[in-house]
């Protein structure tokens, strides 16, 4: 079965500077894809970024971005020019394959902003 | 405007009620998922559906059921709630297969059983 791990159940950072969020996983699938969503406190869970495993390229989206290594099989996120509207749970989640659609989610980082 | 939306927001219920969490969506998608989130931890999907007349179970055994008659509604049913029970519920919509398949999420239910 997949597994999802991330190790950092808090993170803190200072306005303006950037972040590094941890996700490894556990598959023996070649084909899947990769997601990070954001669940701000009391709002609607949001997909900030998604990385296609086939893709060496990582994905990048505005100030979000990827660090996807295949043969470590992890899959971190990079939130630079942190904002305040940034501080949320973010989860990482796993999908196997190109007829798969359920997704296996990690246990969360909570991300705190300091202004 | 196309969302997802649940009904209700919360609820605070006592041990042995029947209960039914609305969700409905005018996004057009033909799948939709009910995911279990206790707070601080991750969400198990508990039922999905494929389209009308479609309900399957998820990977975390629920004592909840579905249904599915309609394309745009969800409804998830607790015939007898149990403290246990106690925890956020969350609706989730798909197209299609394949590709990303991006899903997406409504605001859930936060279900506390006393």
């Known amino acids: 079965a997949q597994t999802v791990t991330q190790s950092q159940p808090e993170m803190s950072v200072q306005e303006a500077e950037t972040v590094t969020l941890s996700c490894t996983y556990d598959?023996?699938?070649?084909?899947?894809?990769l997601f990070w969503y954001k669940q701000p406190p009391s709002r609607q869970m949001i997909l900030v970024i998604r990385q296609e495993a086939y893709k060496q390229q990582n994905a990048t989206e505005n100030r979000f971005s990827v660090n996807f290594q295949k043969a470590a099989k992890s899959f971190s996120l990079k939130i630079s020019d942190s904002q305040l509207g940034d501080a949320a749970m973010y989860f990482c989640?796993?999908?196997?394959?190109?007829?798969?659609?359920?997704?296996?989610f990690g246990t969360g980082t909570r991300l705190a902003v300091r202004p | 405007e196309a969302d997802i939306y649940q009904t209700p927001r919360y609820l605070v219920i006592g041990t042995g009620k029947k209960i039914t969490l609305e969700c409905s969506q005018t996004?057009?998608?033909?799948?939709m998922y009910w995911y279990q989130q206790d707070p601080g931890m991750e969400l198990h999907l508990i039922h999905y559906?494929?389209?009308?007349?479609?309900?399957e179970k998820g990977d975390l055994s629920s004592e909840s059921t579905v249904s599915r008659i309609r394309t745009e509604h969800f409804p998830l049913t607790l015939e007898s709630a149990r403290p246990s029970h106690t925890s956020q519920y969350l609706c989730?919509?798909?197209?299609?297969?394949?590709?990303?398949?991006?899903?997406?999420f409504g605001p859930g239910t936060r279900l506390t059983v006393l």
């Open positions: 598959t023996s699938e070649s084909d899947y894809y």
């Open positions: 989730a919509t798909g197209q299609g297969l394949g590709g990303y398949n991006e899903q997406f």
């Open positions: 996004m057009g998608h033909d799948k």
């Open positions: 989640a796993y999908r196997w394959g190109s007829s798969g659609d359920k997704l296996t």
């Open positions: 559906s494929y389209g009308v007349n479609s309900t």
